[in-house]
């Protein structure tokens, strides 16, 4: 499974992108797809995650002002962010997860967004 991730960019606070991640390749049985997040000097850590069935997942800190959406027809995922804040500014992974016949992770290589004035 390759994924491709784009949308990142520099943007002020209280401002919004739209971060996009296209599977491609073996992508039959993937389950969940999301985003992770890895700021200078913090570990990864996970920001939204989407079901196949579309049940989603988010991290408290982003709860209400990012939302998680999957087209499965289009095997993308999308992470609408909105309100950006400075400690919103990480490298943004996209994550697809295989859970059979075993648990199989793949990443993307991340896109920068950056929150400053």
């Known amino acids: 499974v390759q994924l491709q991730a784009s949308g990142g960019g520099l943007v002020q606070p209280g401002g919004s992108l739209r971060l996009s991640c296209a599977a491609s390749?073996?992508?039959?049985?993937?389950?969940?797809m999301g985003w992770y997040r890895q700021a200078p000097g913090k570990q990864r850590e996970l920001v939204a995650t989407?079901?196949?069935?579309?049940?989603?997942n988010y991290a408290d800190s982003v709860k209400g002002r990012f939302t998680i959406s999957r087209d499965n027809a289009k095997n993308t995922v999308y992470l609408q962010i909105d309100s950006l804040k400075p400690e919103d500014t990480a490298v943004y992974f996209c994550?697809?997860?295989?859970?059979?016949?075993?648990?199989?992770?793949?990443w993307g290589k991340g896109t920068q967004v950056t929150v400053s004035s």
């Open positions: 994550n697809a997860r295989k859970d059979w016949p075993y648990r199989m992770d793949y």
């Open positions: 390749g073996r992508i039959f049985n993937i389950n969940v």
């Open positions: 989407i079901t196949s069935g579309g049940s989603t």
